[in-house]
């Protein structure tokens, strides 16, 4: 399985750099629906050759009934992210939301899980104070995701905002909604994650996959954001926690080669 799962994560990092280099090189490229499902397939190995597929299981579902539950709810009402639609772009919907959707969020939700493990090495996780941070944590390394990718994914016309908004023309509600999202997946798959049997939690080597497609992504939009303003948002948002997520894992991995 590990195998298999540095074989997406290639497939990975070659995908993030068509979206930066394709245009001027003419790369073959996948489109959105072939990028997630690469994606979501590379996070569902990653997590279950690293944890099990029990709790992988236990995560994607959490996510997925989550994400929908409130992304059906905001897309009805408005409420949650602000008023918006999407568009036939991802394919077919389970009500107002593309059935891709739900993959999108689990894509993206293990590797920001991942840095914000990283990022908090050391402290306890497994307490419910512990878990309550490494949720937050987590919220706010994915939420920082959305800054730069929201923009340029509406722009394309993947979904539409209706009354456009103060941030790019996505409006703020929208960054309150996925904190509150990505909060509640990660608080809850944290208290049934003791309850299922995995292995031993660790951030180095392989396990440092997902936040190098995290810290890869940062460096995307850094230097290749559709929309050039995004560069800095990228840089301060995304790659200070990319950064910083990587150096706690170079720090990690250097203090167990020596204790050994």
Known sequence: MRASCRVFFVGIIYLILTEALGPRFHLPELGNIGFTLVFVLFSLLHCSALESPWRTAMF?????????????????????YGPYHYSDMLGAKLGHVPILISLAWFMMIHPAWATARALLSGIDQTSVAGNTARAAVAACVMTAWDTVMDPG???????????????????????????????LVYWIAGLLWPRIKGRASA??????????????FALRYIVASSIPALHVVAFFA???????AVIRIGVGSRATGLAR
């Open 60 to 80: 994607f579902a959490v996510s997925a009934v989550v994400s929908y539950a409130l992304e059906e709810t905001g897309v009805r009402t408005g409420l949650i």
């Open 153 to 183: 994914m509406a722009a394309a016309g993947n979904w539409v905002w209706e009354r456009g908004g103060a941030y790019f023309g996505v409006p703020l509600r929208n960054y309150f909604g996925w904190l509150l999202t990505t909060f």
């Open 203 to 216: 951030i180095g080597g392989f396990a440092a996959l997902p936040v190098l497609v995290y810290a890869f």
């Open 238 to 244: 995304m790659g200070v926690l990319a950064l910083l």
